[in-house]
């Protein structure tokens, strides 16, 4: 569990390496996000700065990857997921601070050496280029019927409400998906072409790349979506962790591989081009775009095929704004399952009720309501529908084996397990006083 | 490589692409014995599918200006036919009574021709 969790936060890093040290090579005139002329790009200082960045980044590296190793030896669960958070989040602010710090060297060597690259892009019209229009709509079509498909099985069939649950929010989720890929797809064709130098041919070919390859993407996420959604239908909830790991690996690799598609083309039309184009200054650290001069909040990324955001917009500033709160949110968040994992489960009995209490959250089972209750050695099969699942806490619905959906609030390793039944719900807890209350209850 | 591709037209792209290679092997851009990118690498670099440009090396083989090797890959012919194939004189044929018919004239039909012939951009 603690490896899973320890590989699902680290895998960025390698990604965000690969990326940055892509940029090392030059394309669309571009070393480390800086406009160069041929000279400039060939010139052996920059040679020499470019290779020293690159050793630095991959001791960067090595050096976050290894502060992350202790997360393995961490008995719980939250506690791994909190280092990794906090991990994430130094290691983010570390390894950009590299890169910005390895763009203002060399964009110091170019202001010294004098090298002049251009202005800033103008708006061009794509229609002298004369481009792909995009595809038919109809295209996304398909993947989003296909999403939705496992709704008819929750309408007609008798089917278990805890899965009925699991279809029904699958489904949705795939539905929300393949529609985002529709309506981010559309957006690549209101960019500027990437213009970089006075040759139409290039200007024309890398605006071709970028397109192709964003289509190609977008449309194989939503189809790979759709069938996701049939095949956990079809699997009737077998499979249902693997099939969403192959899914996710899946996206990925079909975004890893467009993306350097794109910037293998790229660094190949680049040929020996004269900069004509030169945004530099509107790239805070090589990474951020800020042009106020500019209206529009989604921007091509200079290099690769993606999309990225002008922070001077308000609307490039609400999302500014709301991924630092989601980032640093995550650090409560962390706090809050450690204490949740921590706490213990109280169970008690009244004249009038079963009261289990477990933090904040209070189940109050009236006694006239118990229809039977059960002391188990042992929690059987469960899985998650909503709520907290560790190896210490298991708390929300669950979908158990032999009973269904059920309420749970339990450390899974203290036994014993107490079940109580009533008319509409099964619950599950576990504590000190379990084997005491069932005793109570049942002379 | 960089190849002048026009997606207004009704000319197929694969048809393009094959058309662009065979300028080039006729005003020297590309000469006898040079090795063309794969198809996977040149597909990329048009941002076309792989397919696309498989049937434009396809044609240019049936044509006979390209050779492909698995191990050594595509190169332009070393012995590009040196007499005018008969399907050639046909589709001269049939190009200039197209032209004359959409009302170009002689002046402009031989312009045109001179400027192909040249290398100069169409």
């Not at chain 1, 791994?80 to 958070?85: C, E, H, Y």
């Not at chain 1, 650090?331 to 994992?341: F, G, M, Q, V, Y």
């Amino acid at each position: 569990m603690n490896l899973f969790l320890v590989i699902c936060m680290w895998i960025f890093l390698p990604i965000v390496y690969v990326s940055m040290r892509n940029n090392t090579v030059c394309k669309k005139g571009l070393i480390l996000s800086v406009t160069l002329p041929p000279e400039g790009q060939r010139d052996e200082e920059v040679q020499v700065y470019v290779a020293q960045f690159r050793k630095r980044l991959l001791w960067t590296a090595v050096w976050l990857t290894a502060a992350l190793l202790p997360a393995l030896l961490f008995p719980r669960v939250s506690v791994v997921i909190t280092w990794a958070v906090v991990w994430m989040l130094a290691a983010m602010f570390v390894i950009f601070w590299v890169y910005a710090k390895g763009y203002a060297g060399l964009k110091a060597i170019k202001r010294r050496r004098g090298w002049k690259t251009g202005k800033p892009q103008p708006a061009m019209e794509t229609e002298p280029l004369k481009l792909p229009k995009p595809i038919r709509t109809g295209w996304f079509v398909p993947p989003m019927i296909l999403s939705v498909l496992p709704v008819i099985s929750c309408i007609f069939d008798v089917l278990d409400p805890a899965w009925k649950l699991l279809l029904t929010v699958n489904a949705a989720v795939c539905l929300f998906m393949t529609a985002c890929s529709l309506a981010i797809y559309g957006l690549i064709f209101r960019q500027k072409p990437d213009v970089v130098d006075d040759n139409p041919d290039r200007t024309a070919a890398l605006t071709r790349v970028r397109r192709y390859n964003w289509t190609k993407t977008w449309l194989l996420m939503a189809w790979l979506t759709g069938a996701y959604s049939v095949a956990v239908w079809i699997g009737q909830g077998k499979g249902y962790f693997a099939m969403t790991m192959v899914y996710t690996a899946a996206i990925l690799a079909v975004t890893l591989a467009t993306e350097f598609a794109v910037r293998r083309a790229q660094h190949r039309l680049n040929g020996d081009t004269v900069p004509v184009v030169d945004e530099d200054d509107y790239w805070i650290w090589g990474q951020f775009y800020y042009n106020p001069h500019d209206k529009k909040t989604f921007i091509n990324e200079r290099v690769g095929m993606g999309m990225s955001v002008n922070y001077a917009t308000p609307a490039g500033k609400a999302v500014a704004v709301f991924a630092v709160v989601v980032l640093l949110a995550m650090l409560p968040l962390c706090a809050w399952l450690i204490a949740d994992e921590t706490a213990v489960t109280e169970l008690s009995v009244s004249s009038e009720a079963i009261v289990a209490q477990h933090r904040n959250t209070v189940y109050e089972i009236p006694l006239e309501d118990i229809q039977d209750m059960q002391l188990l050695d042992q929690l059987p099969p469960a899985a998650k529908l909503w709520g907290s699942g560790t190896d210490r806490l298991l708390k929300g619905k669950f979908s158990v084996e032999g009973y269904g959906a059920a309420t749970l609030c339990l450390n899974p390793q203290a036994t014993p397990v107490l079940v109580i039944q009533t008319a509409g719900e099964i619950y599950f807890f576990s504590g000190a006083e379990a084997e005491a209350i069932y005793e109570q209850r049942n002379e | 490589m960089l190849l002048h591709l026009d997606f207004t037209l009704h000319v197929p792209i694969y048809q393009q692409i094959c058309n662009e290679i065979v300028r080039r092997i006729a005003t020297g851009q590309l000469r006898p014995g040079e090795l063309l990118p794969p198809i996977r690498t040149l597909a990329e670099d048009l941002g076309v599918n792989m397919m696309t440009v498989s049937k434009a090396y396809g044609l240019l083989k049936q044509e006979g200006y390209i050779q492909t090797d698995r191990r050594a890959g595509t190169r332009i012919c070393e012995d590009l036919q040196q007499t005018v194939p008969p399907q050639l004189r046909q589709q001269l044929k049939r190009s200039v009574s197209e032209a004359r018919a959409c009302g170009m004239t002689l002046e402009e039909i031989l312009e045109l021709c001179r400027a192909v012939y040249e290398g100069g951009a169409v």
